[in-house]
């Protein structure tokens, strides 16, 4: 099982920003990748961003040029920067390895975009 701890989120109106943050062991940061997840009610869990542990990254189509994920190694964090929010971005976030550790979901973070 992997140490995660997700923090940030919240209520935000389309067009605003939030900045999410995910804490994990050094071990864990070292060796994989990490993502973030999100999940929107009724709908399955995707992968919207990936940074592997050279720094590349790669994002879902639906928020290229929105969103960035970045990592600090010397904090072992991992962010997503979240900008122009859409209320289609509203869901529950998570941090996790990629490929997932299925052991690891944590309670996730909600990000909810709406006037």
């Known amino acids: 099982q992997v140490p995660l701890v997700e923090s940030g989120g919240g209520l935000v109106q389309p067009g605003g920003s939030l900045r999410l943050s995910c804490a994990t062991s050094?071990?864990?940061?070292?060796?994989?990748?990490m993502g973030w997840y999100r999940q929107a009610a009724g709908k399955q869990r995707e992968l919207v961003a990936i940074?592997?542990?050279?720094?590349?990254?790669n994002y879902v189509d639906s928020v290229k040029g929105r969103f960035t994920i970045s990592r600090d190694n010397a904090k072992n964090t991992v962010y997503l920067q979240m900008n122009s929010l859409k209320p289609e971005d509203t869901a529950v976030y998570y941090c996790?390895?990629?490929?997932?550790?299925?052991?690891?979901w944590g309670q996730g973070i909600q990000v909810t975009v709406s006037s």
């Open positions: 996790n390895t990629v490929p997932a550790s299925t052991g690891s």
């Open positions: 050094g071990s864990i940061f070292s060796i994989f990748a």
């Open positions: 940074i592997t542990t050279g720094g590349s990254t």
